[in-house]
């Protein structure tokens, strides 16, 4: 169980051998290869944008190993592009998976970048945050385990990343769609 | 633009680019567009699963507003 939160740290969307190319690299070349993963992204997201005729700054950057990709509306005119996030962030996860492959095509090595579109991550991750902080609280004055509603492989990502800072410890129980946290007492 | 949408899309993550073809059909029940790619990056679009194949019918419906469907054919297929 212990090494759960290992797999999950590793990777988000679904087990994947690591590179050896990315573990053994120094970290200038990992951050200048990210950078390279970013640009790519930022080309094959700009392109579409282009087409469909919508507005989009795009932001990147290098956070946690991974080559982060931000797009959001300039004016919050018509909505903006809360459409390309859809429902409980299924576009946004497609548009996510599509773009890691045109990486993966471009340089030939599997990326893990992520995508964020009108901060709908971001904005996640924040509330995620106060839970984790809250519920760290409660199992600290009670001694007790917490189990967590059932999250996915993002959502439990931020739990554990929160609780281990706080620290506290945690783990993933059950299958997807079912995968719980489980916040451990010290 | 959706056809065009598509076209980018796929040229993006396949081996073969040139060979991409986008149709559009339009019928009484809505919009399909078929994609023919080179026999060898079939499984790329079509991914682990159908994933990716999903992933295009996700952003393609999404950018057109309504549900697209997407046929994915191998190129050398009779016409």
């Known amino acids: ?186 | 633009m959706i056809d065009e949408a598509l076209e980018h899309l796929v040229k993006g993550i396949v081996d073969n680019p040139d060979d991409v073809e986008i149709s559009e059909k339009n019928h009484r029940r809505g919009t399909t567009l078929e994609v023919r790619v080179n026999p060898e990056d079939i499984g790329k679009v079509i991914g682990r699963n159908g994933r990716t194949a999903r992933a295009l019918r996700t952003v393609v419906s999404a950018l057109a507003g309504e549900s697209v469907r997407v046929d994915l054919i191998e190129a050398d297929e009779v016409r």
Do not use: W
């Not at chain 1, 009108?118 to 519920?135: C, I, M, Q, Y």
């Not at chain 1, 600290?140 to 931020?158: D, H, S």
């Open chain 1, 1 to 186: 169980m212990s090494d759960e939160n290992q797999v999950e740290t590793a990777d988000l969307i679904e087990p994947v051998e690591l590179e050896g190319s990315n573990v053994k690299k120094d970290p200038k070349d990992l951050i200048k290869q990210l950078e390279e993963e970013g640009d790519i992204a930022a080309d094959y997201l700009e392109g579409l944008l282009d087409i469909a005729d919508l507005d989009g700054d795009i932001d990147i950057d290098v956070e946690n190993d991974r080559a982060a990709l931000a797009i959001t509306s300039p004016t919050d005119s018509a909505g903006g592009l809360n459409h390309l996030v859809g429902e409980r962030g299924q576009v946004l996860d497609s548009l996510q998976e599509l773009t890691r492959l045109a990486v993966q095509t471009s340089l030939g090595t599997r990326s893990r970048l992520m995508l964020d579109i009108e901060n709908f991550r971001g904005d996640k991750k924040s509330r995620l945050t106060k839970l984790a902080n809250e519920v760290a609280n409660e199992v600290k004055t009670k001694g007790e385990a917490i189990k967590l509603e059932p999250m996915n492989a993002f959502e439990r990502k931020v739990i554990h990343d929160t609780i281990q800072t706080l620290g506290l410890t945690s783990e993933s129980e059950g299958e997807e769609p079912d995968r719980c946290v489980v916040v451990l007492p010290q």
